[in-house]
């Protein structure tokens, strides 16, 4: 697979940040990112449970970059809705699934932002081969259908749950090279989600193969960003269940590993961890960006 990633940022500035609501307005994000301490950013750009909205209007636009402009958070990603499934046997839902997909990615592109983050999706119990399959073709669709974005696809890593396609790197590797046009599909990965999976990040021994077999399958320089979650559930569980960071079954040693892994120091890294208040009233998503921060070792 032919390298994709060209440095974002100064190795030195390390971008950690959160997902964040868009109620009230796209550009109310900055806002709550701002607040929360976020250096990068990820949202849904409509309303996740729905497979239709209204189009963007000028005025949305407008708001929104104003609101980036002012906010120095960089970058900006997108989180694509829980009901498309490009890897559905069923007709009538793989080609709704493509259609929303391709308004999503329209979206992102008068946005400007960077990526849309997917789910690979389910096969249903048609088998993962179909499954992969199905994705590829999809994902050719899509980028048919948008020739000339800039915004990428990006797929997630999975946890092994149900039918769900993505929970090994062979298998995102096996989508990206049946598609027609490879460099336009990034990778994300979910901490949480590889830990359920299998691959183990708690020993350096056990780090150090993950990342090895990621850059064999994938190359490191596909991978676009990091969703940073602990994990409820204990290694190959295939349960896709978020923790706050070092809370949870992972503890905070994979997260210092790959903080600290030079590599890694440009690439984004994304809460999707419980929101809310801990009890001493503090917000959940300043806790835990605290508590990555915290995990930077000196040089």
């Given amino acids: 697979m032919p390298p994709l990633k060209t440095t974002l940022y100064s190795p030195a500035q390390r971008r950690f940040g959160a997902h964040m609501s868009i109620a009230g307005g796209l550009h109310k994000a ?12 990820q949202i849904f750009v409509k309303n996740q449970r729905q497979w239709r909205a209204a189009p963007l209007t000028d005025e949305a636009i407008r708001a929104w970059r104003q609101a980036r402009r002012g906010a120095a958070i960089e970058p900006v990603l997108a989180h694509d809705s829980y009901l498309i499934n490009l890897a559905s046997p069923d007709h009538d839902l ?33 088998g993962q081969t179909p499954g992969i399959r199905r994705i590829a073709r999809a994902l050719n669709t899509i980028h048919r259908r948008t020739r000339g974005f800039k915004a990428r696809t990006i797929l997630e890593t999975t946890a092994g749950q149900g039918t769900g396609v ?6 995102l590797a096996r989508i990206i090279g049946a598609t027609r046009e490879p460099e336009r599909v990034a990778v994300c990965v979910d901490t949480c989600h590889i830990f359920a999976a299998g691959y183990d990040l708690t020993t350096d ?45 992972m503890g905070p040693g994979p997260f210092r590993r790959l903080i600290n892994d030079q590599r890694f120091f440009s690439t984004p890294m994304i809460l ?6 801990d009890n001493r ?9 605290a508590a990555l921060r915290r995990l930077i070792q000196p040089g």
Wanted: proline content about 3%.
């Fill in 205 to 249: 021994a056990g780090y150090a193969e993950t990342i090895a077999q990621l850059d064999q399958q994938l190359g490191l320089a596909r991978v676009l960003c990091f969703h940073m979650n602990d994990s409820k559930k204990p290694m190959s569980s295939g349960v896709d269940r978020h923790e706050h960071i070092g809370k949870g079954k």
């Fill in 166 to 171: 993505g929970h090994r790197f062979e298998q």
């Fill in 281 to 289: 009233g503090r917000d959940l998503d300043r806790v835990n960006l």
């Fill in 272 to 277: 999707e961890t419980p929101k809310g208040r």
């Fill in 94 to 126: 793989f080609n709704r699934s493509i259609d929303a997909f391709v308004d999503e990615l329209h979206r992102c592109e008068q946005l400007g932002i960077l990526g849309l983050v997917t789910h690979p999706g389910s096969h249903s119990g048609s």
């Fill in 30 to 41: 900055f806002t709550r990112a701002i607040d929360t301490g976020c250096d990068c950013l």
